[in-house]
């Protein structure tokens, strides 16, 4: 399903889209990279305990486990990246 609406070129144009700088913009200065961001994102809904990412390589597996050494993500972080969030299962009635 994913490849139909998301291909490998569509992800290279966005990852080129947004800068680096932009990107860290939007995490209001927090010491968090993108993908550490994301995990504590995740965690940051009261009914998620644990996130299970994709480590493909030793640096993956350090960044991601020093997500538990940052403190939880602001809540106004949260709610400014809630607005990006793409609700697209059925159940919340997406496609």
């Known amino acids: 399903m994913r490849a139909v609406w998301l291909d490998a070129v569509q992800v290279h144009r966005l990852g080129r889209a ?3 700088t932009e990107k860290r913009q939007q995490l ?14 995740a965690l ?5 305990s644990t996130v299970i990412p994709g480590i493909r390589s030793v640096a993956q597996a350090e ?3 020093a997500v538990s050494e940052h403190p939880p993500m602001p809540e106004d972080l949260v709610l ?3 607005k990006h969030a793409w609700l697209r299962a059925f159940w919340y009635g997406g496609k």
């Open 28 to 41: 209001g200065g927090s010491p968090l990279t993108l993908p550490q961001a994301a995990i504590q994102f």
């Open 80 to 82: 400014r990246l809630r």
């Open 44 to 48: 940051a809904h009261p009914a998620v």
């Open 63 to 65: 960044a991601t486990c």
């Open 18 to 20: 947004v800068a680096p």
